[in-house]
């Protein structure tokens, strides 16, 4: 066991440093992790609104239930069926109780939509500090590449390859690639000694 935790160990540390000479490619993936979060969070908005809208319509169709039973109560006492108007009595006491569980449940879904939308503008300024984050990281390692030589820098070409969707020249884009993947294959035959 002592070589596998060595061994997990040195890789853990293999990455901490390349995140931390390309802080940018840490923040892209903080920046993917909260887009996650991000289409989560719309989508639990949408799920509790649309329960929302159900409980809504159940607490009307409940409402409606107690007008009619209390209008049968009326009409029995009026006709002296006491008998009838006890029974739909009880059935608007039945009815009520369930209006008012329904009531509770709607304003809990209310509080969690309203909690869900602040968690929402919360990620969304987050998400667009790490991107202005990233962009910065990006050009200060643009401007640290540009005053050092390529071979001074053993993953300068892993930051090309991020940008290299956004060259002109197809030819230059497709050697950025191919040199970024040369760099990860050696950075894994020199993490497989």
Do not use: C
């Amino acid at each position: 066991m002592g070589l596998i935790e060595d061994m997990k160990r040195f890789l853990e540390s293999q990455i901490d440093d390349f995140l931390a000479k390309n802080p940018h490619l840490e923040l892209q993936v903080i920046g993917e992790q909260l887009a996650q979060q991000d289409n989560d969070t719309v989508q639990l908005i949408i799920d509790l609104q649309a329960q929302e809208k159900q409980t809504e319509q159940e607490i009307l169709n409940t409402a409606q239930e107690i007008k009619n039973w209390y209008d049968r109560v009326q009409k029995a006492t009026a006709a002296g069926r006491a008998d009838l108007a006890t029974a739909a009595q009880e059935r608007v006491n039945a009815l009520l109780p369930q209006g008012n569980q329904l009531w509770g449940k709607m304003q809990g879904l209310k509080e969690r939509t309203a909690k869900a939308q602040e968690l929402l503008q919360t990620i969304k300024t987050r998400r667009t500090e790490v991107k202005a984050k990233a962009a910065q990281a990006v050009r200060d390692r643009a401007a640290t590449s540009a005053s050092t030589s390529p071979n001074n820098s053993s993953w300068g070409s892993v930051n090309n390859y991020t940008s290299a969707s956004n060259i002109a020249d197809p030819l230059e884009a497709q050697f950025l690639r191919w040199e970024a993947d040369e760099e990860l294959e050696h950075l894994k035959r020199n993490l497989g000694k």
